[in-house]
């Protein structure tokens, strides 16, 4: 438990599992985040060439099935939308990340505490596909 | 395309801001999309949330990287915010966005005084060396920051902020976390937190890919400009300045909340 403590703090019983964790987790920020902010703005840039007007009314929905074949056309909504779900898949990846590497540390409490965050989350997009 | 470029001149402004003055994108960019664009107040928190994913992986990562952001507490109490989220998410849809619109509004004034108090206390604190020294009791009330988790995910999910209005202040005050590592914390739990109500908002149709696209590109450059720039701006009389700004943007959010709203500056056609 003192073990547990000191790493909730992070302060001077910070193990090297731990800090090689953070800078793992703040790669794949970056990484997640650049690619995200690319893939919108290819959006941006096709909406601007096409001639895409926003605001319009209603506006259009999120269709996944669509999604291969509008990027294979170069329609702006397929980068656009795959920019903006990698941009909420990078947390995502983050907390598996993080339950991958404590697992494989036999770190019980970290895995068990990210696998609980893990599973809250997919019972959120469980939640958001069943309810639409 | 004059729309386009005014989403992503707007989200610009917005990050920009939000990173000079700590407060996020969030605050700023429903106000923009709701009186500026006259955006459905839903539609904009959708919007809202997807920025804030974008900036707090960007800071969070920073935090990381420098070992400042507790990643365990964090986890743990992701646990409270992340069901707050779902649930905030949930509740978003079953109320009238004039409710939404007014709680927008106390939490704008809320922040404009938090500024001010702030600014007479004699700046944020904690961003000093001495803030990094660990109290050796802590933490504190773990079951209570679970809780306050709960509020700061419902928070966030209903109005399209971080949360970290109640997060930071619940891990300092609360916990016992120095200022730096609770703002730390507070960003890397944001990104987690806002995904679960994004989920939920962009299943149901609130959000626009072709408002999101724009206003998102634009949020992450401005506030990465934020960022940059910060250090080189006296950011007491801008401060000072955004204390106004706030207070009339909520006059605006409650005027809206009441139906006393005038024409937005564009609309959907």
């Known amino acids: ?132 | 395309m004059e729309v386009t470029l005014l989403l992503a001149a707007g989200g610009g402004a917005a990050g920009l801001f939000g990173s000079l003055l700590g407060l996020g994108g969030g605050i700023l960019i429903v106000p923009m999309l709701t009186l500026g664009f006259g955006l459905d107040v839903r539609h904009a928190v959708g919007i809202s949330l997807l920025g804030v994913v974008a900036t707090s992986s960007a800071s969070a990562a920073v935090y990381l990287q420098r070992h400042v952001a507790r990643l365990r507490l964090g986890s743990l109490l992701e646990l409270g915010t992340v069901g707050g989220a779902i649930a905030g998410g949930l509740i978003a849809f079953a109320l009238d966005g004039r409710l939404i619109a007014g709680l927008f509004a106390a939490m704008l004034l809320y922040t404009a005084l938090s500024m001010l108090w702030r600014r007479s206390d004699g700046g944020d604190g904690g961003e000093d060396g001495s803030a990094e020294v660990l109290p050796e009791t802590w933490p504190r009330h773990l079951g209570g920051g679970v809780v306050a988790g709960v509020v700061g995910g419902i928070v966030s999910a209903l109005l399209g902020v971080g949360g970290g209005v109640v997060l930071v202040p619940a891990m300092h005050l609360l916990m016992g976390l120095p200022m730096r590592a609770a703002t730390a914390t507070s960003n890397l739990m944001i990104g987690v937190t806002v995904t679960a109500s994004a989920f939920l908002y962009v299943s149901r149709g609130a959000v626009d890919a072709f408002v999101a696209g724009p206003t998102v590109l634009g949020v992450v450059v401005g506030a990465t400009l934020g960022s940059r720039v910060s250090h080189r701006i006296d950011l007491r009389v801008l401060r000072l300045l955004f204390v106004v700004v706030l207070c009339i943007v909520a006059a605006q959010m409650a005027a809206r909340a009441l139906d006393l709203h005038g024409i937005p500056l564009l609309t959907r056609g």
């Open chain 1, 1 to 132: 438990m003192a073990d547990w403590q000191a790493g909730l703090g992070g302060g001077p019983a910070r193990t090297e599992l731990g800090l090689a964790l953070d800078r793992r987790l703040a790669r794949l920020l970056v990484g997640g985040m650049i690619v995200s902010v690319v893939l919108i703005g290819v959006g941006v840039a096709l909406m601007l060439v096409a001639g895409e007007v926003p605001l319009r009314n209603p506006a259009p929905r999120i269709d996944l099935a669509r999604l291969p074949a509008d990027l294979a056309a170069l329609r702006p909504e397929g980068f656009l939308w795959l920019g903006l779900l990698v941009g909420l898949g990078t947390p995502f990846a983050r907390v598996l990340i993080a339950f991958a590497t404590y697992a494989a540390g036999r770190d019980r409490r970290g895995a068990l505490v990210t696998a609980a965050v893990a599973g809250s989350l997919l019972l959120s997009l469980a939640l958001a596909l069943g309810t639409r």
